[in-house]
């Protein structure tokens, strides 16, 4: 049941998760053949050196991609869900509609970790080969809360597809903006150490949104 | 006999909009059960009810005995849902659509899909989107068929598609339902292709139900009265009687009374040239429930 479950999502999603995987590691390619080219022009001590008086990350180009492939791979997975009120069919399927919820979303997340696992992979790689390990840990995981970023905005997607009511839809893309806005605070490499926990906890709980907006759709609510 | 599906005392609101209130019905095994009214009496709003997407506001639905709004979802292995438009995943073929919904119920009949996708000489690998909605109908009707539920429950079945793909969809159902002895559910806003299909019927005006009974009940009962009348004629005596009218001279009335008294009663009062004509259903429905 979740292969043919996961197989649904994959009819809906494939082609765009193979673009999002392409254009990401595609970008990931690109800032790092920058980074090689700065290295063979100035050599790799000025690149160090950038990054430790300048708070340089080098990868601030793919900051936002995370986000907007997140919120893609929601409207890919659930506009067609809605259209037509189709969801419906999904929910009449003999199976929990609380497990249905998190299998679609579970799809979502793996998906998603997964194009960001390619682009995360060739940035290390990459990196480590003219980087200090320390200064390589300090960036990545700077580009991990843009990781967890993007995951998010496609759980918040989800959400809002999935409810209903425009009135509710609305309130929902205000909250989800203003909590998003969170992972971009600050630019400079190591500012959200401390605070990764919570933005991970925080991610975790809003995979169980999609369940409101499907009880609200399952009980009929209307604008 | 046995109920499968029992509503009792529904009553439902949009808003401050009635619907209807103390809403009760039942639909026996075997039975099938067409829900007739006019548009916005509340027909697609008890399937949505009865589909469990939608909360009434209060009464209970029970659908082989569970109230659907807590049904077990193994339950629901038993209800084949056609969703108004014949709405289907349009992402899928119709190869993927087969082997999707299998995987979720045991007595799936593979052949009874596909039976029906040969009449539609469509490849396997079609687009579910790229059909026609008559074809799409097809398919609906083909998953249905091959979930085998005992009960089926269809909102609007008939909507969108031309008489031949209509009478097909009623053919097929019709003489799957009665040789496999299951129940059926549903709303058409073509009555005659209700006629075709339907054992009893349940007849909704705006927030009541008007009647429940067996078609042939309804049709050998109810009948309309045709005559002629003088000017500033009007009716005294509207007992038992449904949606009296009259244009230039004629006048007509409904009534489930018994033919030999309703002659009587007209003549009495003055219309002349009194005769009964024996309806379909739905000449029947407009006569419960008037022209407009």
Same mark, same amino acid.
């Given at each position: ?223 | ?170 053919? /097929? ?32 005006? /705006? ?39 009259? /244009? ?45």
């Amino acid at each position: 049941m979740l292969r043919i479950l996961f197989l649904k999502e994959y009819i809906k999603t494939r082609w765009f998760i193979l673009a999002a995987a392409l254009t990401l590691s595609g970008f990931s390619l690109y800032m790092m053949m920058n980074l090689y080219r700065i290295v063979n022009l100035k050599g790799a001590m000025h690149i160090w050196e950038v990054i430790l008086q300048k708070d340089a990350l080098f990868i601030d180009l793919i900051q936002w991609l995370p986000v907007i492939f997140g919120i893609l791979l929601g409207l890919f997975q659930y506009v067609p869900e809605m259209h037509r009120k189709c969801l419906k069919l999904t929910l009449h399927l003999p199976v929990s509609y609380t497990k249905l919820g998190m299998l679609m979303v579970g799809y979502g997340v793996a998906a998603l970790t997964g194009v960001f696992l390619l682009s995360f992979i060739i940035l290390w790689t990459m990196m480590s080969r003219v980087l200090m390990p320390e200064m390589v840990s300090n960036i990545l995981s700077h580009s991990l809360v843009w990781y967890l970023a993007g995951i998010l905005s496609y759980l918040f997607t989800a959400w809002i597809t999935i409810e209903p009511t425009w009135k509710r839809r609305l309130i929902n893309i205000i909250v989800s903006v203003f909590m998003l806005k969170i992972f971009f605070i600050s630019n400079v490499a190591g500012s959200y150490y401390a605070f990764m926990p919570i933005l991970a906890l925080y991610t975790i709980a809003a995979s169980t949104l999609s369940i409101l907006s499907i009880s609200r759709f399952k009980t009929g609510v209307q604008d | 006999m046995e109920n499968i599906i029992e509503c009792r005392n529904l009553t439902h609101y949009y808003g401050k909009r009635k619907i209807y209130e103390d809403l009760s019905f039942s639909v026996p095994k075997g039975r099938i059960l067409g829900l007739l009214g006019k548009n916005g009496t509340g027909k697609t709003t008890t399937i949505n009810i009865l589909s469990g997407y939608l909360q009434p506001h209060s009464g209970e639905c029970l659908i082989f005995g569970e109230n659907i709004t807590k049904m077990h979802p193994e339950t629901r292995r038993e209800i084949g849902l056609l969703i108004e438009g014949h709405v289907q995943y349009q992402f899928m073929n119709i190869e993927q659509i087969e082997k999707f919904y299998s995987a979720f119920y045991p007595k799936w009949k593979r052949e009874a899909y596909y039976e029906l996708m040969r009449r539609l000489q469509v490849a396997p690998g079609q687009s579910i989107s790229r059909m026609s909605c008559g074809q799409r109908s097809q398919v609906a009707l083909g998953l249905i068929l091959a979930q085998d539920p005992e009960l089926l429950v269809l909102d609007d079945f008939s909507l969108g598609l031309d008489p031949g793909y209509r009478r097909l969809f009623v053919d /097929y159902l019709s003489e799957y339902a009665h040789s496999e002895n299951k129940t059926i559910f549903l709303t058409s806003h073509i009555i005659q292709d209700m006629e075709r299909l339907i054992d009893e019927c349940i007849i909704m005006d /705006y927030g009541r139900i008007l009647t429940q009974q067996p078609v042939n009940d309804l049709l050998n009962n109810f009948r309309r009265y045709e005559g002629r009348v003088a000017d500033g004629f009007s009716l005294s005596d509207k007992t038992d009687m449904y949606n009296p009218s009259i /244009y230039k001279g004629e006048f007509e009335v409904y009534s489930f009374l018994p033919e030999k008294d309703v002659l009587a009663n007209l003549d009495s009062q003055g219309v002349r040239e009194c005769y009964s004509v024996n309806l379909g259903l739905e000449d029947a429905f407009i006569g419960l429930t008037g022209k407009y």
